[in-house]
């Protein structure tokens, strides 16, 4: 299996533009996670859904902030619109079954000017 | 709510035992996790131990949980300059799907 995927790796834009991150999980896992890393704040849950339905979003910061699961293989994080402060590392990781370990993708580093 | 705390900072010599320590709040935890992030990259699951065991051990890795204190440590014997990174450690809190993790320790291993 290759993994979690994200897309893209980087991204640069300017303030006020929408952005749209891309995840695909591991296939059968029926668990995914989307997380932001910042140096001030560390490692911050944003959502998390099971089997397609979020359970959790109560990280979100704001609603600029959304995202979706249409199917099993595919979800996005939508910021619109964009700040300087949403600057960050967004990982996304999946998980399935005992002991329920996440595994991460590779991330991407948004930078919003 | 659940927290997990850890030191953030940890240095060593190559060749010496390193110990990352981390407490956590939930005592419904059922699964802590250790992960491991080298620059630039995602987190990386290093060991996992279940709330009933007390000691895990992999290859150079240890793991000591005492539950009643609601402490887990991991012991990394011979350190290598290539285990420089950040160690997060992160609880399961009963049947939830998410994990909490805490802030990371970063590791650096002096040659």
């Known amino acids: 299996d290759a993994g979690v995927i994200q897309s893209p790796r980087h991204e640069v834009t300017e303030m006020g533009q929408e952005v749209t991150l891309r995840c695909k999980p591991i296939?059968?896992?029926?668990?995914l996670f989307w997380y932001r890393q910042t140096m001030m704040r560390g490692l911050e849950l944003l959502i998390y859904f099971n089997n397609n339905v979020p359970i959790d979003d109560s990280g979100m910061p704001e609603d600029r902030f959304s995202a979706k699961m249409p199917n099993a293989s595919f979800s996005n994080l939508k910021i619109q619109p964009s700040e300087p402060r949403d600057s960050a590392v967004y990982f996304c990781?999946?998980?399935?079954?005992?002991?329920?370990?996440?595994?991460f993708g590779p991330g991407t580093r948004l930078t919003v000017l | 709510g659940e927290d997990v705390e850890q030191s953030l900072f940890l240095s060593v010599r190559e060749g010496d035992s390193s110990v990352i320590n981390c407490t956590y709040t939930d005592s419904s935890s059922t699964y802590l996790y250790w992960y491991k992030q080298e620059p630039g990259a995602g987190l990386q699951l290093l060991t996992y131990i279940f709330s009933n065991m007390d000691m895990k051990q992999d290859q150079r890795l240890t793991v000591l949980l005492n539950k009643k204190d609601k402490h887990l440590s991991l012991r990394i014997a011979d350190t290598q300059t290539g285990d420089s990174a950040i160690y997060f450690c992160?609880?399961?809190?009963?049947?939830?799907?998410?994990?909490?993790f805490g802030k990371g320790t970063k590791l650096s291993v002096k040659p």
């Open positions: 990781a999946s998980s399935s079954g005992q002991p329920h370990e996440q595994f």
């Open positions: 296939s059968g896992h029926d668990y």
């Open positions: 992160a609880s399961r809190p009963g049947s939830q799907g998410n994990l909490i």
